[in-house]
T-cell receptor, first 116, second 112 residues
């Protein structure tokens, strides 16, 4: 089956530093990838939609200069949290839409970010 | 804007019982609905989906029912097992057809 990986699974960084999270579709091509943020005991909130080779579309309230998204290939998207603050601590989850099937969307295992 | 709501944040059942988790959505034009299961510290796992041209779809031990008249979606789990304990989310494809909107989630606890 379709597999999406994320790296790292957990990361701790200091306030003011930047951290990059990778999302890869391992056995399919993903023209579209999505980034979500999930706070404890809450639902997934869509942050942005990225299409391969073009700029990401950010949801209202999400700072595009703080959360940099790059989708350089059909199998890789990255989310960089710049100048991280403790309130950015969260569970970040990516998903990828199968190029061959518009309705199929596969989720990664998530990345736990802790900013100290 | 579009929204997806939930009827109960928690549900506790005994092993072997049937579980029903409900969800409501706001956009009558919604075309595609999915149920996900999320275990602690993991990403959502696909359970079952349904298109708006269907009222019911069955999988292994799971059934999704769609009532477009009242904009209501439900997930039925037959013979619930301890391994079914998780948070269950319904998700709806947004009006633009570009992204999923998630409901708040129901925590299912199964005791043996």
């Amino acid at each position: 089956g379709a597999v999406v990986s994320q790296h790292p699974s957990r990361v701790i960084c200091k306030s003011g530093t930047s951290v990059k999270i990778e999302c890869r579709s391992l056995d399919f091509q993903a023209t579209t990838m999505f980034w979500y943020r999930q706070f404890p005991k809450q639902s997934l909130m869509l942050m942005a939609t990225s299409n391969e080779g073009s700029k990401a579309t950010y949801e209202q309230g999400v700072e595009k200069d703080k959360f940099l998204i790059n989708h350089a290939s059909l199998t890789l998207s990255t989310l960089t949290v710049t100048s991280a603050h403790p309130e950015d601590s969260s569970f970040y989850i990516c998903s990828a839409r199968d190029r061959a099937n518009y309705y199929e969307q596969y989720f990664g295992p998530g990345t736990r970010l802790t900013v100290t | 804007g579009e929204s997806v709501g939930l009827h109960l944040p928690t549900l506790s059942v005994q092993e072997g019982d049937n579980s029903i988790i409900n969800c409501a959505y706001s956009n009558s034009a919604s075309d595609y609905f999915i149920w996900y299961k999320q275990e602690s510290g993991k990403g959502p796992q696909f359970i079952i989906d349904i298109r708006s041209n269907m009222d019911k779809r069955q999988g292994q031990r799971v059934t999704v029912l769609l009532n477009k008249t009242v904009k209501h979606l439900s997930l039925q789990i037959a013979a619930t097992q301890p391994g079914d304990s998780a948070v269950y989310f319904c998700a709806v494809l947004n009006q633009a057809g570009t992204a999923l909107i998630f409901g708040k989630g129901t925590t299912l606890s199964v005791s043996s």
